[in-house]
């Protein structure tokens, strides 16, 4: 088995897949490493023989992240590296080292995926879009805040805009003018969400026509999915590009 983790800035997403077909054993979102490794050693029978991550965390902690991983379960991790170029997707950051790891994962899978031009929209702590051409060029792409930025910086810089978790959720159960605070920023917050997916879209039929794939992940991709009826959702993208920045021979 191998333990597969994509450390974001808000949370940890893992799973424990079967080396020799891929399938999944088991998996989930957790917000320490301490409850990541509790969560990956409730697994029965777990026989791990590596692991391979992707972080866009600061180097201390994914190596601190890595020492708990061999400390824990006596395996080594296969930490995504920056590259060029890779499965004939090329880089197109002037500074290939500076793009994202998560989002240069996202255009390996999504390209390998679609086999064609293909847009890439992942809201998680950012919301970020990712061009590649049908030829793998990366074009580049677009970073904004997502939902938990847009939110936290409202409710820190502004002093009446205050609510709990339980009346958020409630308040997405439509979007039409919000009748109180929770709603108007909640609904605002989706929209502005929406806007961005709507956008990038939008740009990518005056650069391909037709001729394109978009994908959706990301926590909060679903929030977003009534706005791009036509995306593929692929809550594990990051994880397909991973496995080819980071194979692992089964034994
Ligand atoms: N089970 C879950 N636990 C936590 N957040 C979740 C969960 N499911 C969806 N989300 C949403 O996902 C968002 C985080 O997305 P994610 O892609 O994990 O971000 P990041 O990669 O930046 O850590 C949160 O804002 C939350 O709204
Ligand atoms: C843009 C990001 C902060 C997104 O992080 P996330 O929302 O996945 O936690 C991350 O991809 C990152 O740190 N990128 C480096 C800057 C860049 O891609 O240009
Ligand atoms: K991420």
New binding site residues.
Partial sequence: MILELDC????I?WRVIHAADATINGGG?VDSDQALVAAVAALSSLRLIGCRMVSVRSEEETSALCALILASFGVEVSVAQPVKEMAGVRNGYEDYQRLGM?RWLGALGAYHLAGRACLVID????AKADYVAADGEHLGGYICPG??LMRSQLRTHTRRIRYDDASAERALGSLAPGRSTVEAVERGCVLMLQGFARTQIEQARALWDEDFTVFLT???APLVQDAAPQARIVPDLVFVGLAMACPIESR
């Avoid at 974001?8 to 949370?11: E, Q, W």
């Avoid at 809201?123 to 950012?126: K, L, N, S």
């Fill in positions: 974001g800035n808000s949370f997403k979102i998560d809201f998680g702590t950012a939902m938990p990301g926590g909060d």
